[in-house]
């Protein structure tokens, strides 16, 4: 008995060290984060807004688990005599303190400056009214990462001396940022308030795996809220173009009788979204003037691959609607073009009865 | 002998405590993943939307979201030191790509969609052009995408390597001028087995034009009709 007593004494440092080290004490220390990240990297187009926007207050409607968080602390924890074995699992989650305190006002002030650097009207206003009111609810808005690991520490001794065999196993996964905004785009014109347009803006983020990892988690927090501000400005440039009002400036109206620009422009999707190719054709001829890549403004504007009628001259001024359908009705004569599945553009499949289609959307 | 044994029962106590869970089940998935179980899940097929016919045109809008990332992870639930979850995995145009294989799916039902990319299909955002044709609007939001790997102990003999995935669309369907026809969820899950050329979210996506084809009250607010079998 008093052997025993004597290495439960010997042991007890161990085995205190071991569940200190275990409990996570001396892991990394969580600074104050805050949502301003990296500068929107922004396609370059030409702006002629139209109208003000104004974006209240943004509203905070995240779930309880993202404003408490969560850390991997749920685990399997089996205690020995002799040893510990443990093993965590589960979710880190950010807390208020880790993703941003003041995460609501942060993303009101980011909001406001970003749809202005994208020029998305003629001045947006947190504070003053507008032509149209920008109402944003965060939804969601945090960083994870999962987390496995497993710790064994068996202890040894004798008479003489006490000895630890420790075995570790971790594995680090990635760190990701989510973000989802509600936004509504409210029309002030008319008097009466009437809600325009409506959709959830997701900004997402994936940050490597290693030591810091709720380091980077908090800047996959950052960086997926400039995603989601890239999206919202480049949604409600759409819908504010759609209305005539957008950033696109005025439309152009071709009337069918008269002329016609003597230059259409065709586009498509690069395979990876990434960039959009720009093809310049003579009207009368059929030649290519010119031809350009560019970063595509929509990432999702249309299929990857398929060649589209633009909407867009080769000065860069969008077609109204109705021009758009004249242009091509004029142009059909000549050139392939059909509705095939997109309700905004024809799909453009070369010149009149030279080649069969080189593209065609199932089914 | 009396400080051992406190010392003894206080280590006890403490670990014990500090756990706040002791025999606790841990979540074994990323955050807002949903832990899937292969034995449950019905294995997806080659989707075969039924026949519709429609006088209308839809509009189908492009999808939002609110699905989560990581979509999914590789599980190798037959050999693993720590945690069945290897690695997770980021897609960002997953709803994208399920927006695409939805209207491929629905107009191989015989319906006549046409994409709105720049848009959600919002009454209020229709142009002039489209809005003379009359169409019906469909607004989609994904709610959950999942795309996961697994590999485990077949059922029969040897081991199974599977893709699996879950899906969950709302679906609102209103006419030009707002009226609101449907408002509902779909869900479709299901696995694969393992194929380099497997398209899970292909097969998702078809599989939900399949569900919405065969849904009564989708069916009525398109205003189509069935056409007997299956295109």
């Known amino acids: 008995?008093?052997?025993?007593?004597?290495?439960?004494?010997?042991?007890?440092?161990?085995?205190?060290?071991?569940?200190?080290?275990l409990l996570g004490c001396g892991g990394p220390k969580v600074t104050e984060g805050n949502l301003r990240g990296p500068e929107i990297v922004r396609a370059q187009v030409p702006r002629r807004p139209q109208v003000t926007l104004h974006v209240p207050q943004v509203v905070d409607a995240r779930p309880a688990d993202e404003h408490k968080g969560a850390t991997v602390s749920t685990k399997l924890f089996v205690f020995f005599l002799f040893g510990v074995h443990i093993k965590r699992e589960g979710n880190y989650i950010t807390d208020d303190f880790a993703a941003s305190p003041n995460a609501a006002a942060e993303l009101h002030a980011l909001a406001v400056e970003s749809l202005a650097a994208a020029g998305v009207a003629k001045k947006v206003s947190a504070t003053s009214t507008g032509d149209f009111d920008l109402r944003l609810t965060i939804e969601h808005l945090y960083g994870t990462h999962f987390a496995a690991n497993k710790q064994t520490i068996v202890v040894v001794g004798s008479d003489r001396s006490?000895?630890?065999?420790?075995?570790?196993?971790?594995?680090?996964?990635?760190?990701?940022?989510?973000?989802?905004?509600?936004?509504?785009?409210?029309?002030?014109?008319?008097?009466?308030?009437?809600?325009?347009?409506?959709?959830?803006?997701?900004?997402?983020?994936?940050?490597?795996?290693?030591?810091?990892?709720?380091?980077?988690?908090?800047?996959?927090?950052?960086?997926?809220?400039?995603?989601?501000?890239?999206?919202?400005?480049?949604?409600?440039?759409?819908?504010?173009?759609?209305?005539?009002?957008?950033?696109?400036?005025?439309?152009?109206?071709?009337?069918?009788?008269?002329?016609?620009?003597?230059?259409?422009?065709?586009?498509?999707?690069?395979?990876?979204?990434?960039f959009l190719e720009r093809v310049f054709v003579e009207t009368g001829t059929g030649r290519v003037v010119r031809h350009e890549i560019l970063p595509a403004p929509d990432r999702y504007a249309s299929r990857p691959g398929d060649w589209l009628l633009s909407r867009m001259t080769a000065e860069g001024v969008q077609l109204s609607p109705e021009g758009y359908e004249a242009f091509a009705r004029a142009l059909a004569g000549r050139y392939d073009l059909r509705q095939v599945d997109d309700a905004a553009h024809y799909h453009f499949f070369g010149v009149q009865g030279t080649a069969a289609p080189a593209a065609v959307t199932l089914p | 002998m009396k400080a051992a044994a406190l010392a003894l029962v206080a280590l006890s106590t403490f670990t014990m405590c500090a756990t706040g869970c002791y025999w606790s089940n841990p979540p074994s998935t990323p955050h807002r993943n949903e832990k899937i179980e292969l034995a449950k899940l019905p294995e997806l097929r080659t989707p075969n939307p039924r026949v519709l016919a429609s006088k209308r045109l839809v509009v189908l809008g492009r999808f939002d979201s609110t699905a989560s990332q990581p979509i999914g992870g590789l599980y190798d639930k037959k050999d693993f030191s720590i945690s069945p979850l290897i690695r997770t995995y980021f897609y960002k145009d997953g709803a994208v790509e399920v927006y695409e294989h939805v209207s491929d799916g629905l107009r191989a039902a015989g319906l006549f969609v046409l994409k709105d990319y720049a848009g959600h299909a919002e009454p209020a955002l229709l142009e002039a052009p489209l809005r003379a044709r009359d169409p019906l609007l469909v607004t989609g939001t994904v709610v959950a995408l999942q795309h996961d790997q697994i590999k485990e102990k077949?059922?029969?003999?040897?081991?199974?390597?599977?893709?699996?995935?879950?899906?969950?669309?709302?679906?609102?369907?209103?006419?030009?001028?707002?009226?609101?026809?449907?408002?509902?969820?779909?869900?479709?899950?299901?696995?694969?087995?393992?194929?380099?050329?497997?398209?899970?979210?292909?097969?998702?996506?078809w599989t939900m034009a399949e569900r919405l084809a065969s849904d009564p009250e989708f069916v009525r607010a398109v205003e189509a009709s069935a056409q007997g079998g299956a295109s």
């Open chain 1, 162 to 274: 006490t000895d630890a065999v420790v075995d570790v196993h971790a594995h680090n996964y990635a760190g990701y940022g989510n973000v989802t905004l509600k936004a509504e785009l409210v029309d002030n014109r008319e008097g009466s308030p009437r809600v325009v347009w409506t959709e959830h803006v997701p900004g997402y983020a994936q940050r490597p795996a290693g030591e810091l990892r709720v380091q980077e988690v908090q800047f996959a927090v950052q960086l997926a809220v400039s995603d989601a501000l890239a999206t919202l400005s480049q949604r409600v440039s759409a819908a504010l173009d759609r209305l005539g009002v957008g950033p696109s400036g005025p439309p152009m109206v071709l009337a069918s009788g008269g002329a016609f620009p003597s230059v259409f422009t065709i586009e498509r999707m690069s395979r990876y979204r990434d």
């Open chain 1, 1 to 21: 008995m008093k052997r025993a007593v004597k290495y439960v004494v010997r042991s007890a440092p161990w085995l205190a060290l071991a569940v200190a080290m």
């Open chain 2, 154 to 205: 077949a059922e029969t003999s040897g081991f199974g390597e599977w893709e699996a995935g879950r899906f969950a669309l709302a679906v609102k369907v209103t006419d030009a001028s707002g009226a609101v026809r449907l408002n509902k969820t779909f869900l479709v899950e299901g696995r694969l087995p393992y194929n380099e050329r497997a398209e899970l979210l292909k097969v998702l996506g």
